[in-house]
């Protein structure tokens, strides 16, 4: 075949549609291949939270980017993606935990971001399904909810309308020196390849070290009004650093519908997709130390999905060292669906030569955090 | 089978009836089918009366998506219908 294209993105989760929205704009032959439908990894699996994270410069900048860009686009997004500004309410479960409260309000206020600190009266206002009693929280207004899957696909529509083509159901199992092979033998060549293919880059590009971290979901009937904010437990960082094999945290998210999504688990144990009954009671037992009448909701379904995770927790964005034709977009862990479209502008501004609005290189895919 | 009759409230109106009614039945018998709406607002009731279609889900005592096929009536009941 050995067709030309500028660009060709493997993988269609949210990154990799969201580098074809951005590669679109600058490129005009540019090719997104995905072996599944469009958004049906970890981007299906996941909770859809645009939220800004403080964990550390690189992440805050790149977090707080990525909303500003979501922002942007939230008025032009169809229906199906479902953009909600609920905010999030990130809940103390005792005095020690809201003895940092303020800490964090500060550093959000002094980067430019609103935050407000809750009293027990206020949050029991604000949220009255929560436990009652609990010293309080913070209220991070500018945080949004999102249905991921239908802002995937609305993403490559954009690109598609400005001349990117999509191929369906085909695999790429090697890529080098711009040339991309699938699965039935053909090479396709391109100036540029992108791999965005999330937990699974790592078997395209065995330099760099991606690794899926297993997580499960619940999702209950429509109960409007039960949770108004995605409530977050203040010690859910703690769970997403903790490296060890399994770690359990509060996490509850109100759909559009009035169902509520309820997380999280995280887990290193290979790509075994089997439910785990007892750590769904163990979420549920965590989520009733906040909501305590949460089980007494409906709940519909529960699955579960991988996180393509990187052992600095930062995604790779940036040309390969060894290859260079070759950028990775990959790694984002839980935080895909809040920095896919600042991934797309970076990775379209390496192809174009062009600076970007924050500091690139704490994401660059370098031998420091390769393997 | 006793014969004793219960009292419980359907959408605020008093109904009696007999006792191991199941609020399914009670609301049939009251006059009403549609016993809640879907997401595009058609109505919905019971198909299979056995706890499998959960298309029978009604409000009691303020729990909503209860299903009324497998809920017995008790004195006092306040069910809510959203036909």
Known sequence: MGQNFDAIVVG????????????????????????????????????????????????????????????????????????RMTGTMWVAADEEEFSHVEGKRDFYVKNGLPAEVLDTKSLEEAEPS????????????????????????????????????????????????????????????????????????????????????????????????????????????????????????????PRATGQILLGSSRQFVGWNDEIDRALIAKMVKRAEEYLPSISQLSVIRTWVGFRATTSNKLPLIGFLPSDPKMLVAAGHEGLGITTSVATGMLIADLVAGRPSKIDRSPFAPTSGVAA | MSEERIQLKINGLPVEVAQGTSVAAAILNSGRTSFRQSVDEESRGPVCGMGICFECRVSVNGHPHIRACMTTCEAGMEVITFG
């Open chain 1, 130 to 253: 929560l436990r009652k009693g609990l010293p309080g929280g913070l209220r991070i207004p500018q945080d949004s909810v999102i249905y991921p899957m239908a802002a995937a696909q609305w993403l490559l529509g954009q690109a598609q309308l400005r001349g990117c083509t999509v191929m369906l159901g085909q695999s790429v199992t090697k890529a080098k020196n711009g040339e991309a092979t699938l699965q039935d033998g053909t090479v396709l060549s391109a100036r540029y390849i992108v791999n965005s293919a999330g937990d699974h880059a790592s078997s395209l590009t065995p330099e760099i070290k991606i690794e899926p971290r297993k997580g499960h979901l619940i999702i209950t009937d429509r109960y409007p009004g039960y949770v108004n904010h995605q409530l977050v437990e203040l010690g859910y960082l703690k769970s997403a650093h903790e490296m060890s094999q399994e770690s359990v945290a509060f996490n509850a998210q």
């Open chain 1, 12 to 83: 269609g989760g949210i990154v990799g549609c969201a580098c074809a929205y951005f590669l679109s704009r600058d490129l005009k032959r540019v090719l997104l291949i995905e072996r599944g439908p469009i958004g049906g990894g970890s981007t299906a699996a996941g909770m859809g939270h645009v939220v800004v994270m403080d964990d550390s410069p690189a992440q805050f900048a790149l977090t707080n980017y990525s909303q500003q860009l979501w922002m942007e686009l939230y008025p032009q997004l169809n229906h199906a993606c479902e953009p």
